[in-house]
């Protein structure tokens, strides 16, 4: 078996580095923090695991808390610009996903796999560094995130979408919250007002407090939510959240109000560019070495695919390479990231797809979906495997016909309109107060 060097001890680090060391491979995971770093690190994304990436880390032994909190289920509200609940979808997630705080993940999984036999080599990584890397393994495979060596890869134009960031972003953990004024975050939540702010609540296993909820907020740019640019603490930052939620979503207010922030670090800001490069970097010495996650394919986290993203190119390149018998050249990883791409572009397809406008279609879908939970659970499928959406979800005759074969028709599709539109006079005719839980 083969020898090989992981630059980077992250998501898609950890997960390809313990599929080769299981595949017998010799493994020198290089990582510019120690695993006491990690634990002592700013907060990291949320990133959620949907269920076969949780599957897959189980299978691989990188699972170590089994007492986090699993998201079962999905409850979506959709809001008006009046701040009412136009339609809301819940519907059970087929396995269960699971967020696990980065900073533990890294930090155990790094001790782990040296346990297991890698060898770990602290420091950051230079663009130098690579090519005496290169020289002394069969392959070098960069994970460094979307922060560092990024510049190797080329960026492929013929797979990106967008030239500017779509979103921006502002993250917080919190507890404290009031579960009894809102139960439906014992599970996942989230809130769109659509043109204006996507926020995410997800159970999350924070590395200080354990059970807490992971809230990730995606604001159109210059929209009424994007107040998140001056903030410079988690105090402040939760603060213009509550105000945000109070002016938005009020249905969220009472259960946001008395939280407070997991620590001074768990939050984040900033915004992302979409962009996919190509695989492969040809060194200054003609040495190659191969990129995984997002340091060649990175997307806004409105879709929440990042990590998971990660874990599926570890897995399948895992296999691809513990499969081959010669040597690793840039034509043959170039080969074999096209075939990943085949499925992998659905997760890039998802993530730029919610990005834009809601269409039509998807509207009808939304709205079958709030009346049909066999129609919700085929969407909550697509954030475990987009693939999955196409072309039902993207395509409108496709999902005139998707809706038919479940005896969905024009006329169905009306009732339940006639239905939101009744819902959404009700609610304004009886307006409940901000953040309360009058009944009307
Ligand atoms: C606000 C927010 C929320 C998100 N939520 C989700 C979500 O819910 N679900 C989801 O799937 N994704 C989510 N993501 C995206 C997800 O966090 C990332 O896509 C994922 O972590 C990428 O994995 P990776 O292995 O490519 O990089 P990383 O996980 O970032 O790991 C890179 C590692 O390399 C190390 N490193 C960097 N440079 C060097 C160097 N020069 N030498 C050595 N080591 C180096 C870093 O310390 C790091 O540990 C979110 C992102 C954001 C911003």
């Not at 808390?65 to 959709?78: G, Q, V």
């Amino acid at each position: 078996m083969g020898t090989i060097a992981v630059i980077g001890a992250g998501q898609a680090g950890l997960v390809l580095s313990a599929a080769l060391l299981r595949a017998g491979w010799r493994v020198s995971i290089y990582s510019d923090r120690t695993a006491e770093d990690y634990l002592a690190d700013r907060g990291r994304p949320t990133a959620c695991l949907f269920g076969d990436q949780v599957e897959y880390e189980a299978e691989l032994g990188l699972d170590f808390w089994p007492e986090a909190s699993r998201m079962r289920r999905i409850h979506l509200d959709l809001f008006t610009d009046g701040g009412a609940v136009a339609l809301s979808i819940d519907a059970p997630l087929r396995k269960a996903a699971l967020a696990v705080d980065q900073r533990l993940k890294f930090s155990f999984g790094l001790t782990e796999l040296e346990s297991r036999g890698a060898t770990v080599v602290i420091g950051a990584v230079s663009a130098e560094d690579l090519d005496r890397l290169a020289a002394t393994h069969d392959l070098v495979v960069v994970t460094s995130g979307h922060k560092s060596l990024t510049g190797l890869f080329e960026r492929d134009p013929t797979r990106c979408v967008h030239s500017e960031p779509q979103r921006r972003l502002f993250m917080i953990n919190i507890h404290g919250y009031d579960m009894a004024a809102r139960p439906q975050h014992r599970e996942g939540v989230f809130s769109f007002l659509p043109g204006t702010v996507e926020m995410f609540w997800i159970p999350f296993h924070d590395k200080d407090v354990g059970e807490s909820r992971s809230i990730v907020v995606e604001t159109a740019p210059g929209g009424r939510a994007d107040r998140f640019g001056d903030v410079t603490s988690a105090d402040e930052g939760l603060d213009v959240l509550k105000a945000v939620v109070d002016d938005l979503l009020p249905h969220e207010s009472a259960f946001l109000r008395p939280a407070r922030p997991t620590s001074p670090v768990t939050w984040i800001k900033g915004e992302i560019l979409p962009v996919v490069r190509k695989p492969v970097a040809v060194l200054p010495s003609g040495r190659h070495v191969l990129g995984l996650g997002d340091a060649v394919v990175l997307n806004d986290p409105l879709a929440g695919q990042g990590a998971n993203n990660a874990t599926r190119m570890a897995r399948f390149f895992a296999d691809e390479l513990a499969g081959h018998d010669g040597p690793f050249t840039p034509s043959w990883l170039t080969g074999r990231f096209d075939q990943w791409w085949e499925h992998g572009r659905y997760t890039n397809d998802f993530s730029n797809g919610l990005l834009a406008p809601l269409t039509g279609a998807q509207k009808n879908v939304m709205i079958a979906a709030s009346r049909r939970e066999d129609i919700a659970e085929q969407l909550w499928e697509g954030f475990n495997d987009p693939s999955s959406l196409f072309p039902w979800f993207f395509d409108a005759a496709a999902t005139r016909e998707f809706l038919a074969r479940r005896k969905i028709g024009q006329l169905d599709l009306l009732r339940y309109k006639l239905g939101v539109g009744a819902g959404l006079l009700a609610g304004k005719l009886f307006k409940r107060p901000v953040g309360g839980t009058a009944t009307p």
